[in-house]
Structure formats: structure tokens, C-alpha cells
């Protein structure tokens, strides 16, 4: 028996099993995973099903006794991936989600194999410094300082909360930490753009501030913030006695792409002593293709930037980040003190806790897949994906504009686009007769009939009152003959509603 | 070419790789992980590294170029593995943490490949089923009303925040959640154990209540909340014009296991009419026991109960979870409205959104894992192995106070050991001169020689001021021949600490 063994050889149970075992498991996994990956472009994309049926075959008591894994595998095969989504097809372009990628998910399995947790350098040190590595990796995508620092968590909204926590900490000190925002003598506000993503608000309705603190701000032609309403509100805020901390950028809305005039907030946030977050879970990564870099200026400028590379560094969910220039700002926003997370190590790298600088004890290794599929692919195939996704997003509105039965309802930015469909009674140009509402109605019917096709998968957006079919390209397998297919799709679709042909 | 396909044939690029690339891929990292199972209890338990040296090995530029996977493998399995501490080694007995489970680690594979997204049921209708169905489970190992509900989360530290954010909306209503906390019009107050879980604080912090409103209960001999000191500080509180609206009970402290008395809690809760929530990311499942079952009488009444799957259902992290009583009145909270967030479903469960109860949009598919280790495993497994646990501290207790070289600090309650070492001059009996900083100092050094051993491994904490070595055991691998083998490495370290033997 050696010294540092408990001399019990490995068992074979549910939860134990042996090296044979897991090995069996893994390889019925991995023809899955192998097929899934071979068939995603012929399924379709999202199921026909309802939640009765399926409780129906998967509600029941928790068991006693335990079963095969093949008996799992064949629920998850069988029931799960039928009456699921699915995220990687080239054609499902709802929302802003992302493929995943297969070396992801074999860095997801070795993660949780191996098990590490990442609250801190002592409880992890090499995958603490992977994570180290990958944030600088992510830095240089983005044009940081160097001596920025980030974070992984759970997803984009957690970083932007993380980062409005951060900005307040810096704006009120300890006292707000301490005795809460009623310490505070001024209402706090927050500035964000009529097209911010909504996690600003609900981040701000949880930190106590108030969502009726985050103002919103005006925006420009192309759906950008408009500078001149930012200064506006500010100054009126501050007559008002109110109290503005932070201005949120976004470089990238959800509904339309629109990445705001950076280096212009920047110098306002610069002017008012505002901390200047930017939302850049969409678009940030987007930085790394070329026809997109110029928009991305001033963002190196941000004392925070929250980013998802569960989006377009074509990870599967969850993986948020956030990156901050000045690390050590953040830091008292987070920190603690208990006996279990004293911290012995005196040397600095070692003595480094990720719990000071959010919100998470706890930390998945999520750093693993970032840096394997950074360094599986390399940043150019990954900037040439990029590309190739704004490029196919260009050449839908391209089409959209050559045809007679869609109009664009807003400029193409990055890869979201946002048009809708036109019945014969609209197609003569603007007062053509055609009724708002009608249009409404009909591209909304639309929409269900396309989502139940399985062929092409869309979302919905608001442009100036008006319903839009809307569009995300954020997928590596999407090519132009897919944006072909989607819009014969649309007009399938189309075909199906009472009234939208004729 | 089929109508549902984009008529490209599946690439075999670093992005987007053949079935046979996924093949050899995963092989590749199967018999990493069935390799990893199989030598777990033979590896040291933590590495000896530093961060300089691990900086050396994995530090560089964003690589331009993509390299192969056997190649960041070799990394992974050269670099990063010895750099890691290994939680599912059998001695390893810091903090609370799991060993994970091989079951598990395949479901997050197979999860990432699926890359299913679960913000509502529109977006992943079989993977929200399945987590129904696996809080449900949960439920019932808990024995809550079958009219509660949840959802799985990162970790314990966001259920701690979460349940706290729905405690101040249920209590305070909209207008904090629109105006911030200075709307309200007294200050509000939480109440919890001067044992409970740092993160308690750290959510009241960020909630903008207050560290410095977490009222903290004295305890009784046992750590546990002493209940006539809680109704104390809330009777003083409401005198002074101060609003308690929430109560933490603990089902589990992390310092020493105590179980706080929930059944008189929750009367009292009744009785002020707060929210009580129960903190019982560590213990919560040793309900599963039947020797710990009678503990967590009264749990059932807690209006919220944060729970950690990926520690004592020995998944991997992360996997946090939080219970609500009545999911409805925590709705509010977090609901939040905008197009990407608009349900068009009519169906009650087809609108479905997991948004509404917990802090983040998207979610990963954290369900699955959960699922497949209880049906797998099934419960009366995981709570034999649970048993067993226990079993193990109370084994270490008897060794400890049948010897008479250590002394323990904190009665066993659940699966955590406080006890420390005596140097002969100290082995004499209260007053036999021993100095108590002394003792301290010896402890603690005895605990940083154990701990770079690598045949066990413990963490501290601070029982009545004084240092202990501390330990837990939570993994399905230790056996009471690990409890005699800890001791025996403890005697080993001592003997490395100057004055500590002689």
C-alpha cells in the first residue's frame, strides 16, 4: 500500500466507477457528440412540441434506485435533443447566441473531469493562471491597457451588474457597502441608451439604486446614443441635485447592432468624472475582423467592458467576462473577510482571489474552453468567422433592398439585421396605403409560421413602433446561401397567413 | 440537396471539425479523464508550484495560428493537471468541496455540445422540462411543498443574493425595485448567525442594504443561531424605527456544521412576518441521510432555500440552486420586459421564463448533470455515500478524543471537524500552561506543512478566537481509513514545525 493512497482500489458504483467504466460512457458520449455535430444542418432548427408531451415523458419521482447510463443516454437522445432548440444550425439566427464549438464542449467534459474550482490562486493555480491567460488574450482582442484585468462569470447580465457594482463602489466608497445606498446623500444615476440591453436596468432595480435611476438616452438615426442628449440629461441630472456615476455604452444592441459613439462618451465620462461602462457581450469580438475594427475605437477608454464570449468567440453558454482598466478600483466593490477565504500566500500572484473582484465564491473552469478554442482555431480564423458573419448579414440587406416584398427597418451594423415583409397592397413606397398595424400583424404571423417551419429561425425587434422580423448571424457554419434560404423561408411563411400574398 | 440544409457538407476546420476529428477529439479526452478516475487517490493532493513558474509554462501572445488539439491536450495534461489541487482526492478535506462525479463531467459534455440556452421554455423546451424535473427532485429530497419551485444558478453565493433580492420585493414592493432602497421609507434589516456564510454580507453589500444591516445572532454552545438573542435584535430594531424584513438561518454553517433550529425559526419568522430564507448550500442534502434527517425539521417552512448541488450531490462545479416557497411572490423581483425578452407563448408552462426568478438570461444547461448523477446514481446511493460521510467525522471525532496529542474545538453535527493539535507541554489538561497563542502559532504551521504534504489536506477556521484545523468530508471516495491516514499525516506535519513535538 503506498503512503499516499487510502489502499482501497477504485470501486465500480453509480458514483465511483472504474477507469473501464467511464471509459464506455465517454465513447457512447462521443459518438453522439460526433454524430450531433454531423446531422446539425438537417435538422430542424427548433422542435414542433409542448410542454404537456413532453412532461409526459420526462416528470417522475425521484428515483430510488439508480440506472444504466445507456438508459440515460437514450433519454437525452430520444427526448431532450428532439425537444430541444438547436442553437448551432446555420439558419437559427434568433437572438445573439452562438453555435458552441466541438473543442468547447471536449474542454467542458476535461473541466468538470478534473474539477478545479476558482475562487482563488491557492484553490487552483495553474487553471487561475489559464484564466489569467486567456483575459490578457481577450485584452488584446479588444486593444486594453495591459494593465487591465478581468473575469469570467455566469453571463453577461452578471457582468454587467458586476461592473454598475463596481462603478458605484468607486463613486460612494464604503459607505454605500457598509450602510447602504440610503447612506448616500443623492440619487445615483446611471445613463444608457433607449436601445441598452435590459440587464442594465434589472441590475440596477437589484443593486437598490432603482431602475427609474438608469435615464435613457436619445438616440441618433442609426440607433446609436446621442452625445449631445448624454450631456443634456447629465447637466440637467446634476441641477436637479441628482447624482450621475456611470454612463453604460453599448458596442453592439441587440435589437439592431448599433455600437455607440465610443470615443465621444468616453471624453464625456472623462468631462463629468463618470465611470464608462460598455456592453459589449454582442459585438466586442467583432473587433477582431477587420471592416468592423473602426468602430471599436475609445473602447480601450472604458473603465469596464462586459463581454460574452459565449457569443461571438462561438462558445457554448455560460461564459460572460468582464474586463476592467484599473482592477484595483473594482476590487473593495467585492471583497470580503471570513476565516475560509483568508488567504495565506503572501506572494501577490498567489495571494490573488477572483472573489474580489465579483460576485461569485464558487468558479467553474470556465477559462479552459476560452483558451482551447483561442488556441485551436487562432485569432485569425476567428476574426475570418467574424467577418464572414458581418458579410452575410450585409448580404441580406443587400438582397433586402433589391426585392420588391422586403424593406430593411433599420441599417445593417454589425450582423443583426432587422427587416420586414411587405404584402402587395405596401410594395409602391411609402404612403402606399398600407395600414401599420396590418404590417404589424402580418410580419408577427410571420414570424410564428417561420419559427414553426424548421427550416429558418428569426427573432423579433421594435424599430421606431414598428414590428421587425430580426435577424443575428453569429455562426461560423452560416454561409450567403443560407440568408437565400431564409428569405424563400420568409416568403413560405408568408404564403401561410391570410392576406400577406394578396 | 435538402431544403432544410445549406447544401455545404460539414467542414473540417478547427471551428467547425468533421465527425471524425470530433471522434479522435473526444477519445482523446476520454481516456484522459477514465486515466484521471483511476489514479485520483495516488496524486498529490495539491501541487507544489508557484505562480512564476506555471507563468513560464503558459504565458504568451494571443496566438495568431491555430495549433492541434493533441497539442493543447499535452498542456492540459502536462501543465495545467499537476498544476491543480485535486478535490476528488480522497484526503482532500478544505472548504466545501466536492469530488465531482464521472457521470457528470460526460452530462456537461454532452450539455455543451447540445449547447442548449435556458433563459425561458421558448428557447429550450425538453432541457426546461428536465430542470423541472430535477428541482422537483430536489423538492422532494428536501421535503418541500409540491407548489414550490426553483431554478439552478452558478453557485450558493448567487442563490444567497437571489433570495435575498426576492425577500426585499416581496417585503418593500416595486417601488425600491423602480426608486432604490433610499424609497423606503426605514432601514431594513437582515438577521443571521454570527456563523453564516460571508456571502450573506457580501449580498446585503451589493443589494445597497448594507453589510452593516445583516444583524449578527449570537449562538448557543452548539454555533447554531440562538433564538432568544434573534428575537431580541429584531425587538430593539423595530423599537429604534428600524425595518427587519428577512431572516438566514444556516443548514450547514461552513465553519463547523451547525444546523440552526429551523422549526423555532421559522415560528419566529412567522412572527415578525420575515422572510426566512435558509442557507443550505452545504447541508442541505444530508436530509438525504437518515441519521441527519432529523436536522433539517422546519426547512420545508423556509420561504427560500439556496442549496449547492456541486457539493454534497458531488457535482462538479458549478451547480448552485435556490428553492422558492412560492415562486410567484419572487417573480417580481427580477421580472423584467423588452422584445428580445417578449413570450408569445399562451400555454402557462410554454411561457415560462426562468428570468423572472434568479439574476441571469442566458443559463446553461446545468439540469442535465443534476439529472443524470441522482438518475444514475438514484437517491438511496447518494445517501448511503452521504451516510458515509458523516460517518467519517464522527469516526475522526471518537480518534481524536480517544488520543490525546489533539483536542477537538466543535462538537460534529454534520460532515466538518474542528480540532487541533497538542504539543506535549500542552497535553496536560486546561491550565497546564500552555500558551493559547502558542497553540495557534503551531497549528497554523502545522496546517501549511500538511497542506504542502500532499497526502491530506485541511483549511481552518477560528472556534472561540482560537485557530483549528478544519476539516470536511463530502466526497464518496473517503473511508475511515482515510480519517486514521489524516492523523496520522497531521502527527507528520507537526513534527516539521519547530517546538510543536517536544
Given amino acids: 500500500m503506498s503512503p499516499t493512497s487510502s489502499g482501497r482500489p477504485p470501486d465500480d458504483s453509480a458514483l465511483d466507477p472504474s477507469p473501464g467504466t467511464i471509459r464506455e460512457m465517454g ?52 427526448v431532450i435533443v428532439p425537444g430541444s432548440r438547436h442553437n448551432g444550425h446555420p439558419r437559427f439566427f434568433g437572438y445573439v447566441s452562438a453555435p458552441g464549438t466541438a473543442v468547447a464542449s471536449v474542454a467542458d467534459f476535461l473541466a468538470s473531469a478534473l474539477n478545479a474550482n476558482l475562487p482563488a490562486w491557492r484553490s487552483a493555480p495553474a487553471p487561475t493562471e489559464l484564466e489569467h491567460v486567456a483575459i490578457d488574450w481577450i485584452k488584446e482582442a479588444l486593444g486594453c491597457v495591459p494593465t487591465a484585468g478581468g473575469l469570467f462569470m455566469s453571463g453577461g447580465s452578471m457582468a454587467n451588474f458586476a461592473a454598475l457594482a463596481a462603478a458605484r463602489h468607486r463613486h460612494c466608497g464604503d459607505v454605500v457597502a457598509s450602510h447602504g445606498v440610503s447612506a448616500h446623500p443623492r440619487p445615483l444615476r446611471i445613463y444608457a441608451s433607449q436601445e441598452a440591453h435590459h440587464s442594465i436596468h434589472k441590475a440596477a ?24 442628449d448624454l450631456v443634456r440629461k447629465i447637466e440637467e441630472d446634476r441641477a436637479a441635485g441628482a447624482d450621475p456615476f ?38 466586442g469580438f467583432a473587433r477582431l475582423a477587420p471592416s468592423a475594427r473602426p468602430l471599436f475605437d475609445g473602447l480601450s477608454e472604458a473603465d469596464s467592458i462586459a463581454l460574452d464570449p459565449h457569443k461571438w468567440l462561438y462558445l457554448p453558454a455560460d461564459c460572460g467576462c468582464l474586463i476592467y482598466r484599473d ?75 433589391a426585392s420588391d416584398d422586403f424593406e430593411l427597418l433599420s441599417p445593417v451594423e454589425l450582423s443583426i439585421f432587422c427587416f420586414r415583409y411587405l404584402p402587395p397592397a405596401a410594395r409602391t413606397g411609402p404612403g402606399s396605403g398600407a395600414d401599420a398595424q396590418e404590417l404589424d400583424r402580418v410580419n408577427q404571423r410571420i414570424l410564428v409560421s417561420l419559427q414553426e417551419s424548421g427550416s429558418s429561425y428569426l427573432s423579433n425587434a421594435t424599430i421606431n413602433g414598428r414590428f421587425a422580423l430580426r435577424g443575428c448571424v453569429l455562426n461560423y457554419r452560416t454561409t450567403r446561401k443560407d440568408m437565400e434560404i431564409l428569405l424563400d423561408d420568409v416568403r413560405r411563411a408568408a404564403e401561410q397567413v391570410p392576406g400577406a400574398t394578396d
Fill in 27 to 78: 465513447m457512447e458520449a462521443v459518438e453522439w457528440v460526433a454524430a450531433y455535430h454531423g446531422s446539425i444542418r438537417d435538422r430542424p432548427v427548433a422542435p414542433r412540441t409542448s410542454a404537456a408531451a413532453l412532461k409526459d415523458l420526462l416528470a417522475e419521482p425521484l428515483p430510488v434506485q439508480g440506472r444504466d447510463f445507456s438508459h440515460l443516454l437514450d433519454v437525452f437522445r430520444d
Fill in 327 to 401: 482592477p484595483e478600483a473594482a476590487r473593495a466593490a467585492f471583497a470580503l473577510g471570513a476565516d475560509y477565504t483568508r488567504v495565506m500566500q503572501t506572494e501577490p500572484a498567489e495571494a490573488f482571489t477572483f472573489w474580489d473582484y465579483g460576485p461569485d465564491l464558487s468558479r467553474r473552469f470556465r477559462a479552459l474552453k476560452v483558451w482551447m478554442v483561442l488556441a485551436h482555431a487562432g485569432s485569425q480564423a476567428v476574426g475570418e468567422a467574424i467577418e464572414s458573419n458581418l458579410d452575410c448579414a450585409r448580404y441580406l440587406a443587400e438582397l433586402v433592398d
Fill in 205 to 228: 432595480a437589484l443593486l437598490g439604486i432603482g431602475r427609474g435611476n438608469v435615464r435613457e438616452v436619445a438616440l441618433d438615426a442609426r440607433f446609436r446614443m446621442d452625445v449631445n
Fill in 246 to 283: 456611470c454612463v453604460v455604452a453599448s458596442a453592439g444592441t441587440v435589437g439592431t447592432g448599433a455600437v455607440d459613439p465610443l470615443t465621444e462618451i468616453a471624453a464625456t465620462a472623462k468631462r463629468y468624472g463618470l465611470w464608462m461602462h460598455v456592453d459589449a457581450c454582442y459585438g
